[in-house]
């Protein structure tokens, strides 16, 4: 709950969640500000690729945020970000990829451009809070702050928060996440917001049209990772024109004829080696997470906990054992699939998020395959 009275700044992206938030702030008596980041020039796409719509964050979205701050009689700025999102958010992308990684830009935009840039930027217009329509909680406990899922389990949020450190969270806030998407957009009707029945944004804001292989030919050119397609049992069976045009768990699209389905269970970027198998193969009974940001004390022996290792994935009962380096051996007491280096791994108890971390690799089924072996 925020006090009225309160100076605060709502990260307003045109879409439902952070326009109620707003609303429903300034009608409790805040003092709203209403900042949307401008962080992709979408006239270039528009003008090479056609119109495009599902997306994040696209100037017609920022119009949205306009229209909404002006209904609702409050500040409204939009920043510029383009050089850090080029910086921080897509050059990390378009590195992971070639790197034989699977990325999620979701979490780092979260990360540095909203509680970073924005809450810096929000912090020097001397307001008490930063507010994001997100849908998870924060539950101050012993002097500390817990970060929870939202209560709307359909929408909750927090696997792309769990990057948030303690001082941040002491001038953030998510007033929706006690609420359903339906109490939302049912607040959003009887504010009278022009947003109220406007659908969810869907697909990375920079590659509107979901074709993210064009969005790297684009950036980095083409034709450097061309290699081969390798069974775990060591036989090439064909070439591939980029190990970036594959991700783990992919069974569409290999060219390949075998006498089972054949499924993506590994990429050596390195080596340009895509490696396929039958489904067992994608099945692992452990992996390893790097750069840990810990929201309890970091843990100084075995904790356990349910690890997701993707957005919507069903939290898997796991044993993290923290190593030496700071990072995590994260053991699954039930084995597996699609476990994806660069897809964020998130630890949590019950609806409490205790940390996460980016998957490092993974430990396959059969840990006799592997690529120094092929």
């Not at 020039?41 to 229209?67: I, N, P």
């Not at 074709?211 to 069974?231: C, K, P």
């Not at 489904?279 to 997470?289: A, D, F, G, R, T």
Request: with cysteine.
């Amino acid at each position: 709950m925020i006090e009225p009275g309160k100076r605060v700044v709502v990260a307003m992206s045109g879409g439902v969640d952070s326009s109620v938030a707003a609303a429903l702030l300034k009608e409790q008596g805040c003092e709203v500000i209403g900042m949307t980041m401008q962080i992709w020039d979408y006239s270039k796409f528009t003008a090479d690729h056609g119109e495009s719509s599902g997306s994040c964050c696209s100037l017609d979205d920022v119009y949205d945020a306009r229209r909404v701050a002006e209904s609702l009689d409050i500040p409204f700025y939009v920043v510029n970000f383009e050089k850090q999102f080029e910086k921080e958010v897509i050059d990390r992308f378009c590195d992971d990829y070639f790197k034989g990684l699977t990325p999620n830009p979701c979490v780092v935009c979260n990360q540095v451009l909203k509680f970073e840039v924005l809450l810096r930027r929000a912090r020097e217009l001397q307001a008490d809070y930063l507010v994001t329509g997100h849908y998870a909680q924060l539950v101050r406990k012993d002097g500390f702050f817990a970060l929870e899922k939202g209560r709307d389990r359909n929408k909750d949020q927090s696997y792309f928060l769990f990057t948030l450190t303690q001082e941040q969270m002491q001038y953030v806030r998510f007033p929706l996440g006690g609420m359903t998407k339906e109490q939302v957009r049912g607040h959003a009707v009887r504010l009278g917001l022009n947003v109220a029945e406007k659908p969810e944004s869907q697909d990375i804001c920079f590659v509107p049209d979901g074709d993210y292989v064009r969005f790297l030919e684009e950036q980095r050119g083409s034709g450097a990772m061309n290699g081969d397609i390798v069974h775990v049992d060591g036989q090439v069976l064909g070439t591939h024109l980029g190990t970036y045009r594959y991700t783990i768990g992919q069974r569409r699209g290999l060219g390949l004829s075998w006498p089972h389905p054949l499924y993506v269970v590994g990429i050596d970027a390195l080596k340009r080696k895509v490696l396929v198998g039958e489904k067992h193969c994608l099945v692992v009974y452990h992996c390893y997470v790097d750069d840990i940001n810990w929201l309890i004390d970091a843990p100084e022996r075995d904790i356990e906990a349910a690890c997701r290792i993707r957005y919507r994935h069903q939290e898997a009962p796991s044993l993290i054992t923290v190593l030496d380096d700071g990072s995590a051996r994260v053991d699954f007491y039930e084995p597996q699939s699609g476990v994806t280096p660069g897809q964020a791994a998130v630890f949590y108890a019950g609806d409490r998020v205790l940390g996460g971390g980016w998957i490092r690799e993974s430990g396959m089924r059969d840990e006799g395959h592997d690529f120094e072996d092929l």
